[in-house]
C-alpha cells in the first residue's frame, strides 16, 4: 500500500543540477517527515535533507548547505530535492525515506526522534568530474 519511488537520478557533469523526486502513495504528506538518504559506494548512508508538512520545517547536512533545496507538493504528494552544484563527492545512490510515527518537524533528519519506516529503493546519481 505504502510507496515510495524516487526517480530523476542520472549522469551529470561537476557543477551541473538535478532535480530528484519522491512521489509518496498510501499515505499524505501533512504531519508526517520525508527525508532524502545517499548511500556512497563503500560508504555508510547518510542523511541529506528532510522535510516536515505542514509546518515547512526542514534540515539539511553541512556537506550540501546552500546547493540542496528540498521541497514539497502536498498537492501532489511529492517530495524533492533540487541539487545544484554537483560534486563529485556527491555521487551516491538517493533514497527517499518516510517517518509516519513520530509526528515531529524534522529539525534534524538523524535525530532521535525520527522513526524511517518506509523507503524507496532508490535512484543513481552520478556526477562527473
Known amino acids: 500500500q505504502v510507496q515510495l519511488v524516487e526517480s530523476g537520478g542520472g549522469l551529470v557533469q561537476s557543477g551541473g543540477s538535478l532535480t530528484l523526486s519522491c512521489a509518496v502513495s498510501?499515505?499524505?504528506?501533512?504531519?508526517?517527515?520525508i527525508a532524502w538518504f545517499r548511500q556512497a559506494a563503500g560508504k555508510e548512508r547518510e542523511a541529506v535533507s528532510c522535510?516536515?508538512?505542514?509546518?515547512?520545517?526542514?534540515d539539511y547536512a553541512d556537506s550540501v548547505k546552500g546547493r540542496f533545496t528540498i521541497s514539497s507538493d502536498n498537492a501532489k504528494n511529492t517530495v524533492y530535492l533540487q541539487m545544484n552544484s554537483l560534486k563529485p563527492e556527491d555521487t551516491a545512490v538517493y533514497y527517499c525515506?518516510?517517518?509516519?510515527?513520530?509526528?515531529?518537524?524534522?529539525?534534524?533528519?538523524?535525530?532521535?526522534?525520527?522513526?524511517?519506516?518506509?523507503w524507496g529503493q532508490g535512484t543513481q546519481v552520478t556526477v562527473s568530474s
Open positions: 498510501g499515505f499524505r504528506l501533512p504531519y508526517n517527515a
Open positions: 525515506a518516510a517517518d509516519t510515527r513520530s509526528h515531529r518537524p524534522a529539525y534534524s533528519c538523524s535525530g532521535p526522534l525520527m522513526d524511517y519506516n518506509y
Open positions: 522535510i516536515s508538512t505542514p509546518d515547512d520545517i526542514t
